[in-house]
Every structure is written in structure tokens, then in C-alpha cells.
């Protein structure tokens, strides 16, 4: 398929001082200077006329109501996409629980007690909490799941199958936060 080019060929081929066919423009004069030679090299167009004014004079002007409701849309896209953007980074800043695994001390080689910092939200309801013992080849050998009483810190033991070696924190969940913290 031929590419069209912007501007079509100009029936005033060979300097022939007439009116243009194609682009309904008016007589070409003063010789070549005043010509150029359109994209594909085989007609002669107007020198001075951009291909808007001949896409203008083809198919009339663009209605100005079409580039107003263009920017109303785009404005009105970017405004609901910046209140999407706030109200999840609102929402992440400010779970409903949330932990911190301050240490850990290993009592012996099938338990170890975990202190851990939770901080609960006002109407934080149905929270629970998630600690992992792991042993010296990353290997998990203990797993505690916990409901906090409420904010504060805690010492939780984890029963293990063999000696821990480091203790993972997965984090707390609650009602409407699947996401652990």
C-alpha cells in the first residue's frame, strides 16, 4: 500500500502558469523559484503553503469545541488518577496493625522467644500475627501465630523442631488489610 503524501501532486506540472487543480489554489508565478517539488519529487506545489493550510482548505477547520473537550478529559483523567494516587498512599501510610521484631533469644533447642513492637489502629479488629523461628541452612523449624492483646511490646514464644538460629518476622493482618505488616 502507497503511503499518500501530505500535500497531493499540483496539476500545474512543468511551471504552466494555471490554477492548481488538486490543491485549488490560484496560478503559480514568477518561474521555478516560486515552485518546489512535492515528497514524492514528481509535482510541482505552491511555495509558502504549509500542508495545514492545505489540509484547512481540504476538509475544512477543525471544530474548536473538539480541542476544549480534549482538555477537559485529560484534566478530568489526571484528576481522578491523583485521587486515586492519594487515597492508596494514604491507605499503605496508615495500616490498620502493624509490627516490629525487636530480638530474639533462644532458651533452647526447641524454643525461642521473640519481642516484638505492635502498634494497632483504632479500629484494628480481628488481628493476628505471624512469626517464623528459622534454623542455620534457612530452613523453617518453627512457626507462631499470635493475637495481640493490644499495642505494645510482647514476648512470644515459637516451639521449634530443632535449634533456631534467626527468627522472621511475617507481620500482623487485620480485618479489611490482607496485606501483613
Known sequence: MSRRPAYGRCST???APSACASCDMGPIVGGAAD???GPVGGGWHHRGVSSQDLMTQRYGAPRPWRRTAGIATAVALAL???LFLAWAAWSYATPAAQSELVGFTVTDQHEVVADVQVELGDEASD???VLRALAEDKVTVGEAVFIPGGSGR???PIR???EATAVEKVGCTAEGQQRPR
Open 160 to 162: 521449634t523442631e530443632r
Open 13 to 15: 506540472r512543468g511551471g
Open 154 to 156: 510482647m514476648s512470644v
Open 35 to 37: 515552485r518546489e517539488v
Open 127 to 129: 488481628v493476628q500475627c
Open 80 to 82: 481522578v488518577g491523583g
